[in-house]
């Protein structure tokens, strides 16, 4: 197969795609998402130079990098992996691994899997060695400053604080935010305030206006002010002010945009959206959903507007093409999330179907549509009518609205725009200055002052973006994070903190403070955008996270953690004098050279178990202790079925906890070692 054209992806079904649209003539190729990283069982990184020491991730992996390099001899490569970071660092593995056997090795950029696209990238492609090499640089930055943050802090944390707690760059700021509302709820005190509003009738029509001071806080001005117009019979028209009212359609969603409105009107997780919005960019269908750019190319906008002009008339075009620009200049190298196909929606459904996708795929890429279509289209036009009547020389106001011309509206589906609608409206000539309406009937509530809501996923999403904390491509992960850790619950679509939460938050403010300050996090995402433009040195971003790291804090070396690490290294032949009263280094070397056997206790309990299951316990379990923690765990969940409560250990429950609990005897005993140690805590 010497002499082809290999063209490298992430994703098989992306490969897929692409290998219609390009023919016999080339070989596209998946790497399965990231084929090198980190090692997993150490810190991977000499903390001398931040050099990193990446490895193969799986001996799938390893099987897919022979083959590439089989294919690789004397063939041109396209490298056209996602136009990110992320995407970016797995091609220059690729690269690094195949360039010494390829003819050459070229850089293509896919930001939407459509035949035309597709090709004109080929041939626009560039050597690799002349691409942004910024790119690879940025992602080492995180990879090797997260790593080096998680490794160092995340001990210290799970030691001092006691149990297993895990510290994160981006991730402990997102935590502390739902914390700190938390606290604002609990802290909250409702403040009275006083809404007035009267009912006035003329002929059979019915207003309800509102003083025109809408919250009053003083309860005795408020009383007086109604105890005087409750004697008045009428109202007198004093101003009437007509005006047409011009509302734009917002601009093209970026990521962090999709995922708010995903959220809130889909209900789907951040998560979610991503991985649905992936297929649609895979299946041809959006363009790379990993942005903040609201930029359409010209091709796009024209393509919109046709789009627009032949599904809902010309009328509904926009004037002048809309140009959206992004804050940050950097965005609009890409283009905004938005359709490939500019056909209508039942078209695309017609799309979707080819393509086998679901129902949520369908709903996505529908809020994906309106979006796109909406940003070409003319104004919604409203004419709102204000009306200012008088009562014993107090004012009150009512205001309405109706929609004289439809605009963007016209996309949305039949519900949103009755939803989006004022029902009110008045009639031209209806009421003139001067006219006296009837008072049929006035209210005075007393309304409170309520506290800030907890986030929900979108919300959460949208002040991170405001914060300057994280990327496109990070949001998803940080809240997937931040759940699986225990650190933030949900329910009823609102985020709460744990227990855990508070414990972290609390240490690292005492302790790290500068690891979950939002300014500091900010300017690191920053600098790591610099890296990207290659204005900085990666190395300097990894730097000041090291120093920090090892620097903050109060965390000592514990007798036994010294005992420990004497052992090991009498037991490698190491001389470690210089590091024992150095957490971070003894730490690392602890990590390096622990014992990978079972101890006496694990095989002893392993065995237990088996006694009592019946299961297997084989011998290479006995040899390696990732081994027997995971046989253990599975032999527990089947003991535990044939496991019943104390009376004791349900009375507690009874007492203290919920009674559901005592439907699963694991999900009750989690609970009660939970209750315990919370117990162990305050007394201790």
Do not use: C
């Amino acid at each position: 197969m010497s002499g082809k054209k290999i063209v490298i992806v992430e994703s098989p079904k992306k490969a897929k795609e692409i290998q219609k649209f390009l023919g016999k003539d080339y070989i596209v190729k998946a790497t399965i998402g990231h084929f090198k990283d980190l090692p997993e069982k150490e810190m991977g990184v000499d903390l001398e130079t931040f050099e990193p020491k990446f490895v193969i991730k799986s001996k799938n992996h390893k099987k897919i990098l022979t083959e590439l390099k089989k294919l690789a001899k004397d063939s041109e490569i396209y490298i056209a992996t996602d136009p990110d970071r992320e995407g970016y660092a797995i091609g220059y593995f690729a690269y690094e691994e195949l360039k010494k056997k390829a003819k050459a090795v070229k850089r293509a950029e896919f930001h939407e899997i459509t035949k035309k696209h597709i090709l004109e990238r080929i041939k626009d492609a560039v050597d690799f060695e002349n691409s942004n090499f910024g790119l690879f640089k940025a992602f080492l930055g995180r990879r090797v400053g997260d790593r080096i943050v998680g490794y160092i802090l995340s001990p210290k944390a799970s030691k001092e604080i006691g149990g297993r707690f895990s510290v994160g760059r981006v991730q402990s700021p997102a935590v502390r935010l739902i914390v700190e509302r938390e606290e604002e709820i609990k802290n909250f005190k409702p403040k009275p305030y006083y809404v007035l509003s009267v009912q006035l009738k003329k002929e059979d029509f019915v207003i309800e206006a509102f003083y025109e001071k809408q919250k009053m806080e003083e309860k005795e001005i408020a009383e007086k002010i109604f105890n005087e117009i409750k004697k008045e019979k009428f109202a007198t028209v004093i101003d009437i002010k007509k005006k047409d009212i011009k509302q734009s359609p917002k601009p093209p969603f970026t990521t962090s945009s999709l995922q708010q409105v995903a959220s809130s009107q889909l209900k789907f997780a951040p998560e979610k959206t991503m991985i649905l919005a992936q297929d649609l960019f895979e299946s041809g269908l959006i363009t790379y959903h990993r942005t903040d750019s609201v930029r359409f190319s010209e091709e796009a906008i024209n393509g919109i507007r046709e789009l627009i002009k032949k599904v809902y008339g010309k009328e509904f075009v926009a004037k002048r093409k809309r140009v959206y620009k992004s804050k940050n200049t950097q965005a609009d190298a890409h283009e905004g999330i938005r359709i490939t196909n500019f056909v209508s929606w039942e078209e695309q459904e017609k799309l979707l179907k080819e393509k086998g996708l679901s129902e949520d795929h369908k709903k996505l890429l529908y809020l994906i549509y309106k979006r796109t279509v909406a940003s070409q289209m003319a104004d919604i036009i409203y004419s709102r009518t204000s009306i200012l009547f008088d009562i014993k020389g107090y004012k009150f106001k009512t205001t309405a609205s109706t929609i004289k011309f439809l605009g963007y509206k016209k996309v949305y589906d039949d519900d949103l725009v009755k939803s989006q609608e004022e029902v009110f409206y008045i009639e031209d000539n209806l009421l003139k200055i001067g006219d006296k309406l009837e008072k049929i009937k006035e209210k005075l509530e007393e309304k409170f002052t309520k506290p800030p809501p907890r986030y929900t996923e979108g919300s959460l999403v949208k002040k991170l973006e405001e914060l300057g904390i994280g990327r496109p491509s990070t949001y998803a992960t940080i809240l997937k994070t931040i759940k699986e850790r225990g650190y933030v619950k949900k329910e009823g679509g609102s985020l709460y903190p744990t227990e855990e939460a508070y414990y972290l938050i609390k240490y690292l403010n005492e302790k790290y403070n500068w690891v979950i300050d939002y300014n500091f996090t900010k300017e690191m995402e920053e600098f790591l955008d610099k890296v990207e433009d290659n204005k900085e040195d990666w190395k300097e971003f990894v730097k000041k996270l090291y120093e920090r790291s090892s620097s903050g804090g109060t965390s000592k070396v514990s007798q036994k953690m010294k005992n420990y690490a004497l052992d090991l290294a009498k037991k490698h032949g190491k001389n470690i004098d210089e590091i024992l009263d150095d957490f971070e280094k003894l730490s690392e070397f602890i990590e390096k050279y622990k014992d990978t056997k079972p101890t006496e206790k694990q095989i002893n309990y392993a065995k237990s178990l088996a006694e009592k299951t019946g299961l297997e316990l084989p011998e290479d379990v006995l040899q390696d202790r990732d081994k027997i923690k995971k046989w253990i765990n599975k032999a527990k969940k089947e003991a535990m079925k044939s496991y019943k409560l104390s009376d004791k250990q349900i009375e507690i429950i009874k007492k203290y906890g919920d009674e559901k609990l005592l439907e699963d005897t694991q999900k009750a005993l989690n609970w009660l070692n939970n209750f315990f140690k919370k117990r162990r805590r305050k007394r201790g």
